[in-house]
C-alpha cells in the first residue's frame, strides 16, 4: 500500500478510498479514474483499484498535483458512513457495521455498492447488501459471494470450489469459470421465478469430490438452515457435489447444463419439503426426473407434470442454453455441429434426414438427466422413436464435440 499523499486543489481524503465518501460525494462516474486497470491516473480522489484487487495511491512523481509529503492530519470526511445511510440500516445494523471485526465485511459490501452505484441494478444490489447483513449478523461465518449471488436464482458460496496461489487446482478455475459464464444469462438469474413462480429463502455452495458412490455427474442435499441460537428455521441449504472423475472428456457446456439442473434440483428439493412432508432425508436420495415425478403426485405443482415439463422446465433450460452458448461453443464448432445432416425428420420418420436444428438441439440438450420423468418417457419414448433417436444425437455432439476448455 502506497502513502497517503496529498493532492492539491482536494478534497484530501485517506487512501485507498473510503467507500462511504465516494457514494456519497461522487454524483456521477469520474472518466479520469481507472478502476479496472494498475495504470494510476490523476483524480482528484488520488487512489486507483489495481490489477489484483487492491485499492492504492499513485506515487508523487506519476501524479503531477501530488505534494511530495504525506498528509498529516488528513481532513475528516464529513459523513463517515455513508454505506449506512445509502442501505437505510437500523442503529443496531449500523453498530456492527461499525465494529472492527466487521470491517472487512464493510469493505466488500463498499466494493459490492460501487460496481452497480450508476447502473439501473443498484436498488436490487441495496437490497441484497442488506440481507447480506442481516445473515452476518445471525452468523458471523456465514459465506456468501455478493456479486456472484447477485447474478444468480440463489445466495451462493463458491470459497470451496475457489482455488488459491497455495491451492492451484485446475478443475476448480474451471468450474468457477463455468459457473461465471453461466451468470451471464439473465434467464439464469429469474431461473426458480420462471420455472415455478416463486423463490425461496436457498444458499447453494458447490464443491469437488473425487467421485460419487451413484456415478452420476453430481449430486445435491438440500438442508434446513436454523438460527445458531434459537434454532428456527430460516432458510435452506442447497450443497451440490460435482463429480470430479465425470469432468474429463466432457463439454464446458455439458456441464454447465449439469450446474443448472443441479440449481433447480436444489430448489424442487424446497418446494416438494414444504409441501409433500417427505423429509429432506428421503428427497435427498431422489434423482431429479423422480424428484419431478414426486412433486407432482402429491399435487404440489399448479400444472401437469407435461405442461411443466415441456412449458416451464425445459424453455427454461433451453433459453439459457441458447444465451450461453457463444461463451461455450468456439465458431469453429459451431459451424462443425451446423454441417451434421444426420438427424431424423420428426414429421416424416421414412424421409430424408435434416441438417443440424440449434432449437432442437437447445430442447434435448436440456433433457439429458430428465429422463426418469414420466413427461419424458410420454413424450420421447420409446426408445426406437425418431425422438429418442435425435434425443441422443444431439446429447453425444453437446456432451463430446464441443470445447472441454473455459477461457
Known amino acids: 500500500?502506497?502513502?497517503?499523499?496529498?493532492?492539491?486543489?482536494?478534497?484530501?481524503?485517506?487512501?485507498?478510498?473510503?467507500?462511504?465518501?465516494?457514494?456519497?460525494?461522487?454524483?456521477?462516474?469520474?472518466?479520469?479514474?481507472?478502476?479496472?486497470?494498475?495504470v494510476s491516473t490523476s483524480d482528484e480522489f488520488g487512489c486507483i483499484r489495481n490489477s489484483e484487487g487492491y485499492t492504492e495511491c499513485p506515487a508523487p512523481e506519476e501524479n503531477p498535483n501530488a505534494q511530495t509529503e504525506p498528509g498529516n492530519p488528513l481532513p475528516v470526511i464529513e459523513n463517515p458512513n455513508v454505506i449506512a445511510e445509502a442501505l437505510d440500516l437500523t442503529n443496531e445494523q449500523r453498530l456492527w457495521l461499525d465494529q472492527l471485526e466487521n470491517m472487512n465485511k464493510k469493505w466488500e459490501i463498499g466494493e459490492f455498492l460501487l460496481d452497480y452505484k450508476y447502473t439501473v441494478q443498484y436498488d436490487n444490489a441495496q437490497i441484497l447488501a442488506r440481507i447480506a447483513i442481516g445473515d452476518w449478523m445471525i452468523d458471523p461465518n456465514y459465506k456468501i459471494d455478493l456479486n456472484e449471488s447477485f447474478l444468480s436464482p440463489y445466495k451462493i458460496d463458491l470459497s470451496l470450489i475457489t482455488p488459491t496461489p497455495w491451492s492451484p487446482d485446475a478443475d476448480k478455475t474451471k468450474i468457477v469459470c463455468i459457473y461465471n459464464k453461466i451468470t451471464k444469462s439473465p434467464k439464469f438469474k429469474s431461473l426458480f421465478l420462471d420455472t415455478f413462480g416463486d423463490s425461496e429463502n436457498l444458499n447453494v455452495r458447490f464443491r469437488l469430490v473425487d467421485n460419487l458412490a451413484s456415478g452420476?455427474?453430481?449430486?445435491?442435499?438440500?438442508?434446513?438452515?436454523?438460527?445458531?441460537?434459537?434454532?428456527?428455521?430460516?432458510?435452506?441449504?442447497?450443497?451440490?457435489?460435482?463429480?470430479?472423475?465425470?469432468?474429463?472428456?466432457?463439454?464446458?457446456?455439458?456441464?454447465?447444463?449439469?450446474?443448472?439442473?443441479?440449481?433447480?434440483?436444489?430448489?424442487?428439493?424446497?418446494?416438494?419439503?414444504?409441501?409433500?412432508?417427505?423429509?429432506?432425508?428421503?428427497?435427498?436420495?431422489?434423482?431429479?426426473?423422480?424428484?419431478?415425478?414426486?412433486?407432482?403426485?402429491?399435487?404440489?405443482?399448479?400444472?401437469?407434470?407435461?405442461?411443466?415439463?415441456?412449458?416451464?422446465?425445459?424453455?427454461?433450460?433451453?433459453?439459457?442454453?441458447?444465451?450461453?452458448?457463444?461463451?461455450?461453443?468456439?465458431?469453429?464448432?459451431?459451424?462443425?455441429?451446423?454441417?451434421?445432416?444426420?438427424?431424423?425428420?420428426?414429421?416424416?420418420?421414412?424421409?430424408?434426414?435434416?441438417?443440424?436444428?440449434?432449437?432442437?438441439?437447445?430442447?434435448?440438450?436440456?433433457?439429458?438427466?430428465?429422463?426418469?420423468?414420466?413427461?419424458?418417457?410420454?413424450?420421447?419414448?420409446?426408445?426406437?422413436?425418431?425422438?429418442?433417436?435425435?434425443?441422443?444425437?444431439?446429447?453425444?455432439?453437446?456432451?463430446?464435440?464441443?470445447?472441454?476448455?473455459?477461457?
Open 1 to 38: 500500500m502506497r502513502p497517503n499523499w496529498v493532492y492539491s486543489g482536494g478534497p484530501y481524503i485517506s487512501c485507498p478510498a473510503n467507500y462511504d465518501y465516494l457514494l456519497l460525494n461522487n454524483p456521477a462516474p469520474n472518466p479520469d479514474l481507472d478502476l479496472d486497470t494498475s
Open 216 to 407: 452420476a455427474n453430481a449430486e445435491t442435499e438440500a438442508n434446513l438452515q436454523r438460527h445458531p441460537v434459537t434454532q428456527e428455521v430460516i432458510g435452506y441449504t442447497g450443497l451440490i457435489s460435482i463429480n470430479r472423475a465425470n469432468l474429463v472428456g466432457r463439454s464446458a457446456y455439458s456441464i454447465a447444463r449439469t450446474i443448472i439442473h443441479e440449481s433447480l434440483h436444489a430448489y424442487l428439493t424446497v418446494k416438494q419439503y414444504k409441501c409433500g412432508g417427505t423429509s429432506l432425508d428421503i428427497l435427498n436420495d431422489t434423482e431429479f426426473g423422480e424428484l419431478i415425478n414426486l412433486y407432482h403426485s402429491t399435487a404440489c405443482a399448479l400444472q401437469g407434470d407435461h405442461e411443466f415439463m415441456y412449458d416451464f422446465l425445459v424453455p427454461t433450460i433451453s433459453e439459457i442454453l441458447k444465451e450461453i452458448r457463444d461463451d461455450f461453443v468456439p465458431a469453429n464448432h459451431q459451424v462443425s455441429a451446423e454441417s451434421y445432416t444426420h438427424f431424423i425428420d420428426e414429421t416424416n420418420p421414412s424421409g430424408s434426414t435434416v441438417a443440424w436444428n440449434w432449437n432442437d438441439f437447445y430442447k434435448y440438450f436440456s433433457q439429458m438427466g430428465l429422463h426418469k420423468s414420466d413427461a419424458f418417457q410420454f413424450e420421447v419414448f420409446p426408445e426406437t422413436s425418431p425422438k429418442y433417436q435425435n434425443f441422443l444425437k444431439y446429447n453425444t455432439v453437446g456432451n463430446n464435440d464441443f470445447s472441454k476448455d473455459c477461457n
